[in-house]
């Protein structure tokens, strides 16, 4: 029988890592889950999204059949992940394999972002997610977490959870020190109907990635006909002070693509002249945070926890993988006794979902930040051929099994309770 009272758990943000964190919670009996989203409405906006096995497998678990299907997400026809290519002559010079992933559902899929926003949304009772409610402020005491919106209201609750993005207004109002640097990186990113590519010759089947001396370029089909193209570089004059004030999805200009990889081979100057239109995505990461816990009823999930700015590809599935150890922890801890709703066992579970995730995205945004401020320096042909066949290996983020993760961390806690599986 579900207990008597419920935890009311409060999540900032109905994005991607918002609607998972729901859908994954929602299950457990004992937990009522609010939603609060800046957004006027729900509509299929943003650009193209990847999905790695990892992050697959986990909407499995938690139930998101509609989103693993050829009809919304592409995978590509050869079954390989990723394709890289050079830039002038077109040549694959380099290509990543999958290690252990045996079910095709589970390949590297890549959405339209809107579609898989949708998917999820279609497991959140509407009336559970408050729009218009832009977070400004969060708070934590000993008997309460609170969110409070630009309109002036407030909401508080048993548990909050950030997931309102890589400028989170929940981490500032704890981590007030805490801010995303300026990569030096814009992205130019577009999604559009395939029909306006189908003509181009030569053009490949799976999603490829054309690497140049300073400059990438990325284009692949979508589900539901969809197709991206994606080009991203440094804009090294371009200062932090004035970073902050370019807007994320501003309008961009299709000509300076044109222009800015005009040298290049004749699919990506094909593919570029068949871009209707494309947006602009200044890049930004930060440090690890040394934790993601605040009192001991607030956490973090997706880019507010990991300001990782997009690398790898791996933001969509590190914040499923988030939302799921959570599940794991409160499951975890209130299993035994859903009625005891201690400020203790909640933080018990934060902590176990604390040290599940932060460890491993920590090793990600190490990388990132090694990277940041780094001359980009055009390489000879030969150093540009060993940046490709050296390429670090990313099994380790891509096919991360997040609940073997979370048993390792109770085992290494040795405390009551029992995890189980959705």
Do not use: C
Not at 78 to 88: A, D, E, T
Not at 293 to 321: C, K, Q
Not at 350 to 368: A, G, M, Q, S
């Amino acid at each position: 029988m579900p207990p008597d009272r419920k935890l009311k758990v409060i999540i900032a943000g109905a994005g991607i890592a918002g609607l998972s964190a729901a859908i994954a919670l929602q299950r457990l009996p004992y937990l009522d889950v609010e939603l609060y989203e800046q957004a006027p409405e729900l509509k299929e906006i943003g650009a193209s999204i990847a999905l790695s096995p990892n992050g697959l497998r986990t909407l499995e678990k938690l139930g998101v059949f509609n989103a693993l299907g050829d009809e919304v997400a592409f995978r590509g026809p050869s079954g390989v992940p990723m394709i890289y290519r050079h830039w002038k002559t077109n040549q694959i010079v380099h290509q990543e394999h999958f290690v252990d992933v045996p079910v095709h559902r589970h390949q590297t899929a890549r959405f339209h972002r809107g579609h898989l926003h949708a998917a999820l949304l279609q497991h959140v009772p509407s009336e559970q997610i408050h729009l218009n409610k832009k977070t400004v402020s969060a708070s934590v005491d000993s008997e309460k977490a609170a969110l409070f919106f630009a309109d002036g209201t407030s909401v508080q609750g048993d548990i909050l959870i950030g997931a309102d993005g890589i400028h989170s207004k929940v981490r500032q109002s704890f981590l007030p020190d805490h801010r995303p640097k300026w990569t030096n990186k814009v992205f130019f990113r577009s999604t559009f109907d395939t029909s306006l590519v189908e003509g181009i010759s030569d053009l490949p089947r799976d999603s490829a990635h054309w690497w140049g001396p300073t400059e990438n370029f990325f284009a692949s089909r979508l589900g539901k006909n969809q197709y991206t193209t994606v080009a991203n570089f440094d804009v090294t004059d371009i200062p932090e002070k004035v970073s902050k004030n370019l807007d994320w999805n501003a309008e961009g200009n299709v000509q300076f693509l044109k222009d800015k990889f005009k040298d290049w081979n004749p699919v990506v100057r094909a593919l570029i002249d068949a871009t209707p239109y494309t947006r602009v995505y200044p890049n930004f990461a930060g440090e690890p945070l040394p934790t993601w816990i605040f009192g001991s009823r607030v956490t973090l999930v997706g880019d507010a926890a990991h300001t990782h700015g997009g690398a790898f590809a791996a933001g969509g599935s590190l914040a499923i993988d988030d939302a799921y150890a959570l599940y794991l922890a409160f499951n975890h801890v209130f299993s035994v006794n859903q009625a005891d709703f201690a400020a203790g066992r909640i933080e018990h579970a934060l902590r176990l979902y604390d040290k599940t995730r932060r460890p491993h995205t920590e090793r990600l945004l190490n990388i990132v930040i090694k990277g940041i401020g780094q001359a980009q320096v055009e390489p000879s042909e030969s150093a540009l051929v060993h940046r490709f066949k050296n390429k670090p290996d990313t099994t380790w983020l891509s096919e991360h099994d997040v609940e073997k993760a979370f048993t390792d961390v109770v085992s290494r806690a040795d405390v009551p309770g029992r995890a189980s599986k959705i």
